[in-house]
């Protein structure tokens, strides 16, 4: 799709989370010049022990790289790892790429890609979809959209860190709205599957035959079949967690009402992972958002599952 | 998984809309003795033109037949065709089995076996699922609870018309139960893929290539994969109606309130279905609940899937 340079990239990570760490890793295992870095310490040493190299601040990695991928979580991060005191901006040279691997609102990824071309630097809307494992394996999915030289450019890390590449076009933004679609069906489909699993277990059904029927059915989604497990094994440990639904749908909720766009099933679900955090389930996994069920229900859920250890 | 009789059971069908003519039909296919029953005349000369003897009232019906199917729209159709001024109970011999195949509340499901068994007849709680193709191919899905014995009479019922019987116990409501978790999950499947469409289009993607994303990601449902390619061609033909889900979710929406748990996701998708009805599109299929999101927002549909013509 793309001509490969011949000079090697020098490649950033900023953001050593499941999803940076696992990319920071296969990206070096495939040859790659990479730097890591993360405010946390403890995330830096986690990338050294894989044999990587790391520092503390974006503003420490800026003249080593040519690439730097964003792989933090929100906006706000965006923002700081960029424009922050010890940010990439006014450090990176001319000419430089940032890819922005970040779930954010599509309006926001617009604005981005103007300022940062303002200061001489490109940008690839490139939200990564798939999860800690899949990207510790190069299997992401990558919805992208960019002028071609930004993918020209990114073509070696992309060929490495993903098993698809979406090319969404050349308007930044692009790949942004394509993640922001998947993220409200995505939530939607969690709150629904702990919605129709409280109220089967409510009428005394059998979660385990609950599963095996609805997944041979028409009322399946990858999202049942993936979460679900989570609630039959009372196992909450957070793949991915309540928080970043909370955040994820609230994106698609200022999304629609900056479109004027009235998203009212994206909403409810929304309401049901806001109820999770208050309760204190923020960061459990997402699966975890059957517990407002449970809490207002007081259903019994398989094995541990029960917050209070009641019911 | 029962013993089969060594005498051949007379079977009634009665309801012989899309998926009961395709299930009336392929019994008769497979050898079965069948009649049919729909006070539509058309339906009726539907299932003769196939090769089907019919009735025009279940009384008609009842003396003939040791089983009888019910494949009617709801509650209000079983109780008509069962204790109606011309139904089956009081005319069909004793012992005779009863398989409610329709969507109905598990606590309908409950009294009316209890209703039946006091009237010397036996009921199996066995919605059907899997849509008029299936059914016409003897591949549906039963999600079937009730008496061994009821088992055992139904059994070359069964063996014909599914492909797969899930036999989920001996007390009635179960089945009805399971079918109510898959219709939740179902509506609420498709009027987010319906919203996420709409909020897709309205954010400028081209709605084909949010087909291919979503169901190669982790957005995708069963429903999303099969209702979204009538929006991509602007084909409303109904395979299953607008009306179904409101009827539906509606049956959702009284359980969760009879058992005391909230199902908000599920109501969200029952107002967007409820609005589809009331914008006009009750008979259309049921993705035609995307029009909702074009009527308020203006978004232009796939083809002449506008309703008005404009946009």
Redesign the interface.
């Known amino acids: 799709m793309s001509d490969k340079t011949t000079t090697p990239q020098r490649v950033g990570v900023i953001g050593l989370g499941a999803m940076g760490l696992g990319t920071a890793t296969f990206l070096l295992e495939s040859g790659l010049d990479v730097t890591g870095c993360d405010i946390t310490p403890k995330a830096c040493r986690a990338f050294e022990s894989r044999g990587g190299h790391s520092v503390g601040s974006p503003a420490a990695l800026a003249e080593h790289c040519d690439i730097v991928l964003l792989v933090v979580v929100n906006a706000d991060q965006v923002d700081a790892v960029l424009f922050g005191e010890q940010g990439l901006v006014g450090r990176m040279a001319q000419g430089g790429l940032v890819m922005q691997c970040a779930t954010v609102a599509?309006s926001f990824a617009r604005r981005l890609a103007e300022r940062l071309e303002a200061e001489g630097l490109q940008m690839l809307d490139a939200p990564i979809?798939?999860?800690a494992a899949k990207a510790r394996d190069g299997q992401l999915?990558v919805?992208a959209s960019g002028a071609e030289a930004a993918f020209a450019k990114a073509a070696p890390v992309l060929d490495a860190m993903a098993a698809?590449v979406?090319r969404?076009g050349d308007e930044p933004g692009?790949g942004s709205?394509?993640k922001?679609?998947?993220?409200?069906?995505?939530g939607?489909?969690i709150?629904?599957?702990a919605?129709?699993?409280?109220?089967?277990i409510?009428?005394?059904?059998d979660p385990d035959?609950?599963f095996?029927?609805?997944t041979?059915?028409?009322?399946?989604?990858?999202?049942?079949e993936?979460r679900i497990p989570h609630i039959l094994k009372g196992d909450y440990t957070p793949l991915s967690a309540v928080d970043i639904f909370v955040k994820d749908l609230n994106i698609?909720h200022e999304?629609?009402r900056e479109?004027?766009?009235?998203?009212?099933?994206?909403?409810?679900?929304l309401?049901?992972f806001t109820a999770a955090k208050g309760a204190g389930f923020g960061r459990e996994d997402d699966a975890a958002v059957i517990k407002v069920?449970q809490r207002?229900?007081g259903?019994a859920l398989p094995e541990a599952a029960n917050d209070d250890g009641e019911a």
Not at 180 to 186: G, I
Not at 195 to 200: C, N, S, V, Y
Not at 216 to 224: I, L, P, Q, R, Y
Request: aromatic share 6%.
């Open positions: 599509p979809s798939g999860g999915s919805m698809t979406y969404l692009v709205s394509m922001l679609v998947n993220q409200l069906l995505a939607v489909h709150a629904s599957a919605e129709a699993m409280a109220l089967g409510r009428m005394g059904l035959t609950v095996d029927v609805i041979h059915s028409a009322g399946n989604s990858w999202m049942f993936n698609v999304t629609g479109l004027a766009l009235p998203t009212p099933v994206a909403a409810s679900a309401q049901q069920y207002l229900s259903i």
